[in-house]
C-alpha cells in the first residue's frame, strides 16, 4: 500500500467516524433511557471524538514505523513494511469502534475536543518556535566557520567588497575581501529612496481614502491601488530594467550628469511603487481604526478637518503606522530581483543614486547560485551576511516597537 493510499484510507476512516458518531448521538436521544438526559455536546463534537479516535492511533503506529525504519530496525521495503500499513488502519478503526461503543449523552466530548485542539495548537506553536531557533543556530554555526577564516573586524569594517578566491591551490584566483560596508550602503541607500517613494504616496492615499474619500470611491480606488501588490517582482524588474533605469539616465544626461544604466535611483523608485499598497493598506486599516468620538471632539473645539487629522488622528493611529513603515521597510531590505535587474551586481561604496550598487540580498543570492563548496569563505560569506542583516532587522524592530510603546502609553 502506497503512502497515498493509507493516506485515503485513515482519512475516509475518519469520514465514517464522524458520520457514525453524529448518527449514534441522534439515534440515543430518541431511547428511554437517554431521552431525560441532554446531550453534554453538539453532535458535531460527538462526530469529531470518534473521527479522532479514528486518526490518532493510526498516525501513532505511521510515526513508529517511520521512526524505526529511520534507525534501522525495520527494513525499508519488504513485508516488513508493508504490514504497517493495515496494522494502521486496524488499530484506528478498533479504537474508534470502542469509542463509539462506549460513548453516552453524557460523554464530555466538547471537553475532549477542545483538550486536544489545545495540544494541537501548542504543538503548532513549539514547531514554530523550534524551526526559528534552528534556522537561527544554523545561521550562526554557518557564520562562526565563516570567522574562523576571515577576521570579523574586516567582515564588519572592511571598505571593499570582492569574495573571488582560489577554491584550489593550483587554481588561479584572488584572496578575495570580505568588506560588507560596501554592501550595507547599498541595501540601504536603495531602501532609503523606496521609502521616500512609497511613505508620503502610501501615507497620503491611506489618509484620502479615510478621511476624504467617499464610500463608493473608496469601494474601487483601494482594490485598484492593492493590485500592486499582486504583481510579481520579476515584472517590476522588467519594468525597472526596460523602462525607468532609461528614463532615469536620458534625465541625467540632460542635465549633465553622469549615470550608469544601472542605478540605485532606478531600483529605489520601482521598489518603492511596488511597496506603496503595503504602506496604504495597513495605514488605512490603522486611521479608520481611531475611535470618530476623537474626531467629534476635536471638531467640537473649533479644529478643521486637516487640524483635526494632523493633530488627532495621525498623532492617534501613529503605533499602527509605524509598524506599518517598519514592514514595508524589510519588504525593500529583502527585495532581490528588482536590484538585480535595475541596480546590477557591482559592491560599490557610494552614496550617489545615480551609480551601480548592489544589496545583502543579493549577494546572498549570488554566492549561492551554482555548485558550491560550503569550505570555501566565498560560499560562507552568504551566511555572515545572513547572520549580519538578521541583527539589523531585530535591532529596527526593537526600536519601532519602542515607539510603538511609547505613543501607546500617550493616546490609549
Not at 39 to 50: A, D, K, Q, R
Not at 66 to 83: E, F, H, I, K, W
Not at 343 to 352: D, I, K, Q, V
Amino acid at each position: 500500500m502506497t503512502n497515498t493510499q493509507l493516506f485515503i484510507a485513515v482519512t475516509l476512516l475518519a469520514c465514517a467516524g464522524f458520520l457514525l458518531g453524529k448518527k449514534r448521538l441522534v439515534s440515543m436521544r430518541g431511547t428511554k433511557v437517554s431521552r431525560s438526559i441532554r446531550p453534554h455536546s453538539t453532535p458535531v463534537y460527538y462526530g469529531l471524538w470518534i473521527s479522532l479516535w479514528a486518526v490518532i492511533p493510526a498516525l501513532l503506529v505511521m510515526f513508529c514505523e517511520y521512526m524505526l525504519r529511520r534507525s534501522g530496525y525495520v527494513p525499508a521495503s519488504g513485508m516488513a513494511q508493508t504490514a504497517w500499513a493495515p496494522a494502521a488502519i486496524a488499530s484506528g478503526a478498533v479504537c474508534a469502534i470502542t469509542a463509539w461503543l462506549r460513548m453516552r449523552p453524557e460523554t464530555r466530548a466538547r471537553n475532549h475536543i477542545e483538550t486536544i485542539m489545545n495540544f494541537l495548537f501548542m504543538a503548532c506553536a513549539t514547531i514554530a518556535i523550534f524551526t526559528t531557533v534552528g534556522i537561527v543556530l544554523s545561521v550562526i554555526f554557518e557564520s562562526i566557520r565563516f570567522f574562523n577564516v576571515v577576521p570579523i573586524h574586516e567582515f564588519l569594517f572592511g571598505l571593499k567588497w570582492s569574495p573571488q578566491v582560489a577554491i584550489r591551490p593550483d587554481q588561479v584566483g584572488s584572496t578575495g575581501a570580505f568588506g560588507s560596508v560596501p554592501v550595507l550602503a547599498g541595501t540601504f541607500l536603495i531602501s532609503f529612496i523606496a521609502m521616500a517613494v512609497a511613505t508620503p504616496l502610501g501615507l497620503m492615499s491611506a489618509i484620502y481614502l479615510s478621511e476624504y474619500a467617499g464610500s463608493r470611491l473608496r469601494a474601487w480606488a483601494k482594490p485598484c491601488l492593492e493590485i500592486l501588490a499582486g504583481i510579481p517582482t520579476v515584472v517590476y524588474g522588467f519594468f525597472a530594467a526596460l523602462v525607468v533605469a532609461p528614463q532615469v539616465k536620458a534625465a541625467g544626461e540632460m542635465l549633465g550628469l553622469p549615470v550608469s544604466s544601472e542605478s540605485a535611483l532606478a531600483a529605489g523608485l520601482v521598489m518603492g511603487i511596488m511597496i506603496i499598497p503595503l504602506v496604504s493598506s495597513l495605514s488605512d486599516d490603522v486611521i479608520s481604526a481611531v475611535p470618530q468620538a476623537m474626531r467629534d471632539g476635536s471638531y467640537a473645539l473649533g479644529a478643521t478637518k486637516a487640524e483635526t487629522i494632523k493633530n488627532v488622528v495621525i498623532p492617534a493611529a501613529l503605533p499602527g503606522i509605524v509598524g506599518g513603515l517598519l514592514l514595508a521597510v524589510s519588504r525593500a531590505v529583502g527585495e532581490t530581483m528588482i536590484v538585480v535587474m535595475a541596480a546590477g551586481l557591482s559592491a560599490n561604496l557610494t552614496m550617489n543614486p545615480l551609480k551601480a550598487v548592489t544589496t545583502v540580498t543579493v549577494q546572498i543570492v549570488t554566492l549561492l547560485t551554482g555548485d558550491q563548496e560550503f569550505d570555501s569563505p566565498k560560499t560562507l560569506a552568504a551566511f555572515a551576511l545572513g547572520l549580519l542583516l538578521f541583527i539589523l532587522t531585530l535591532l529596527m524592530n526593537i526600536i519601532a516597537l519602542h515607539i510603538v510603546r511609547k505613543y501607546r502609553e500617550q493616546y490609549e
